[in-house]
């Protein structure tokens, strides 16, 4: 269980625990939390409408934004046989929905030190064998509330291409519900997560200006700035970082230069 419920427990329906005003005329629906009714507005995300409905998350929420994988959620709407499944932060809840959360999915991850591995796909065959029990049945794509291509991903490790496989996970958050739905009991997630490494780590062409700029930071080319900003004062902060040089919505990629080239 990855939050608490605050305050007392009380037989009324309509939930108290979010000090939320609602709005005159705004609507509220049913929705079931670990089986108890709530009502709750209808516009909120389920992790609002959970806050609303007086839990405190301890666990289980991170960003809000979408990008932290920590509120994975499964649902159920009555009369649709499919169990749906999605972020808390992300899905805006709906009439009589029965939800649970499942912030972390305990399935296996291999041990390894990255620096030992050469890159090869046999040693991800060896960390995670288990990866050819995939049957294609596709259900972890299904499940990925980030719309990542997971059986893609996977047949791409399965042939060796590792590169494809980092690329189609690239926007991976780690929830989990891939891994939640699998039948073959497979943790994509971790398969994935080590091809980023590898691809990463040993087959990308290393980043020429990023080589360049540790070298210039480690030069001391950035200290006389960065000891001016930390003696700055919160308002001066404020007033620099709204009065900074802005690239322009409408500049073309990769042609605009702000006029100050100081720190370049
Ligand atoms: S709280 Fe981070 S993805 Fe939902």
Redesign the pocket.
Known sequence: MSSKKSGKKSDKTMATGDRAILPEGAKTIPIYIMGQKYDVPETLTI?KAMEYAGFQFIRG???????????STVYRIPGDYKLQVG????TVVEPDMYLAQIPFYPANRASYQLDELEGKPEEIFKLYPEVFRCVACNACTKACPMDVKVLDYVSAIKQGNIAKAAQLSFDC?QCGLCASRCMGELPQYHFAQLARRIYGSKIAPRSEHLEKRVKEIESGKYDEMLKKLTQMSQSELEKLYVEREREPDTSVPGEWMPKETKYL
Do not use: N, S, V
């Open positions: 992790l929420c991170g960003c809000r934004g979408g990008i932290c994988g920590a509120c972020l808390a932060c992300q958050i």
